[in-house]
């Protein structure tokens, strides 16, 4: 018997297609009696149990997930976080026969929410870039379907990765430290800012934020504001290593050596980081397994962890002996 056996599993045994093994097991479609014969004989000798996105399928019309992301800048969905999350979704739940669909939400959604709730297609809704107004708008039809990414859902600890690079840099010697925190409107925003205001409770520093949008390009102009705002600053942080590239670009176009004169820290531990030189100290983010519990959580399932640890990765960009972490 096949540990665990899945649908690929019994379509092989049953010389099927996948797609046919999904109508017999589910109900739903049209099958031939030898393959439904074959099919349910291959389930019952592997000892085939359905999975519970196949369940739902059984039971309802809804034939995709839909992976909403709510932001201001209209290519979103060509991020590297929602490529990354969206691909392991399809991957989860393709077996089974749900499809993985990719929409972007304006910031004011109410119009785009309420055509969901009506699209019978949809199985279930994971959503990111929320905020609390967002989740209050939830047509009732979507509130026991839909799951989050982000704050009050699956997650990142991002105050612990961005708060153990904080604290790293001021044990290093850094005392003119600033933030370029993530977009205002954003709930995840919050975390990293919480971790800020700790370090700056403990150690007197002084408030050094700017606000971002996890791109290169605003990477150079929120690190131009900060070198024109605080010319002391000796070290930057940020909350994506995107934004970190940006400022390593405008530090380099100013004459400004790093780590030497500024240090600058990322969040994502992403291909970006080492890519660049010198090599970026950031912080993990398993963006991969934060989607997958999403799905799940919205598919009424049992959830590996809603929040996911984050780690710091120390590289040359914030100088300093990596052991004073």
Do not use: K
């Not at 019994?10 to 030898?34: D, F, K, Q, W, Y």
């Amino acid at each position: 018997m096949t540990a665990n056996p899945g649908l690929i599993d019994v379509a092989r045994r049953a010389g099927v297609s996948t797609a046919t093994a999904s109508r017999v097991l589910s109900g739903r479609g049209p099958s031939s009696p030898a393959s439904r014969d074959a099919v349910r004989r291959a389930a019952a000798e592997l000892g085939y149990v359905p999975h519970p996105v196949a369940r739902r399928l059984a039971h309802r019309s809804g034939t995709r997930i839909v992976f909403a992301v709510r932001d201001e800048r209209p290519d979103i969905l060509r991020d590297p976080f929602v490529t990354r999350a969206a691909a392991a979704m399809a991957a989860t739940t393709e077996a089974e026969g749900l499809g993985t669909a990719l929409l972007r939400l304006p910031l004011h959604a109410a119009a785009e929410l309420d055509r969901l709730a009506a699209d019978r297609s949809v199985a279930a809704l994971v959503l990111a870039g929320h905020d609390r107004a967002l989740i209050d708008r939830l047509p009732a039809a979507l509130r026991s379907r839909t799951a989050t990414i982000g704050a009050g859902g699956s997650d990142v600890d991002s105050a612990a990765g961005i708060g153990a690079l904080l604290h790293h840099l001021h044990r290093t010697g850094r005392r003119q430290i600033a933030l370029i925190a993530g977009p205002r409107w954003l709930a995840a925003s919050r975390a990293p800012l919480a971790a800020y205001a700790n370090l700056v409770r403990e150690t007197g520093s002084p408030t050094r934020i700017v606000h971002g949008d996890f791109t290169i390009a605003r990477g150079r102009a929120a690190a131009r504001e900060i070198l024109r705002r605080w010319p002391g600053t000796d070290a930057i942080a940020t909350v994506s290593d995107a934004t970190a590239v940006g400022v390593l670009q405008a530090l380099s176009a100013a004459g400004i050596r790093v780590p030497d004169d500024v240090a600058v820290t990322g969040f994502d531990d992403s291909p970006l980081a080492e890519a660049v030189h010198p090599g970026l100290s950031t912080a993990t983010h398993p963006v991969e397994l934060i989607a997958v519990s999403a799905v799940r959580a919205a598919l009424g399932e049992p959830s590996a962890g809603r929040l996911f640890p984050s780690h710091p990765v120390f590289r040359g960009s914030c100088g300093g002996p990596a052991a004073a972490a």
